[in-house]
C-alpha cells in the first residue's frame, strides 16, 4: 500500500487528525467541514470518495452511507502547512445530513439589536 505524503496531523481521541473543507468542483462553493484520521484519508484515497472520522462517535463513517449521497473526490488540495486539507468534489443531493444543499445554509444577521441565525433562501445547486 502507498504511504501518506509529509502532513501535520493533530492528537484527539488517541487519533491523528486533520481538519478537511468539501468544496464543489465547479461552483467552488464550500459545502462542508470535516475532520479525517489518516486510516480515513487512505480509505478516502482508495475508493475515490469521501470517508471521515466522526469526533463524536469516535468512528470512521462514509459520507452518505445513510442518506447515500457520496461526495466524489476530483482532487484533494493541501495548504501551505500540510495541516488542512481541501476536497474539490462532486455529488448529487443536499450534503448537509438537515437536507440543505450545504452546511452553510445559515448566516449571521442582525435582527432587532440582536445577533441571530438568518436561513439563506437563494442558496446555489451547482
Sequence with gaps: MATLPDLTFYQSSGEDLIPVAI??????EVLMLGT???ESLTLTLQNNVVYFF???RKEIWLKGEKSGIHIQV???RVNCNNSNLLILADYD???CHTGAHS???RRLAKKDGDWVWEEIE???NP
Excluded: T, V
Design 23 to 28: 468544496q464543489h468542483w465547479k461552483s467552488l
Design 36 to 38: 479525517m484520521s489518516r
Design 54 to 56: 466522526a469526533l463524536s
Design 74 to 76: 476530483k482532487e484533494i
Design 93 to 95: 443531493g443536499n450534503i
Design 103 to 105: 452546511c452553510f445554509y
Design 122 to 124: 437563494d442558496q446555489p
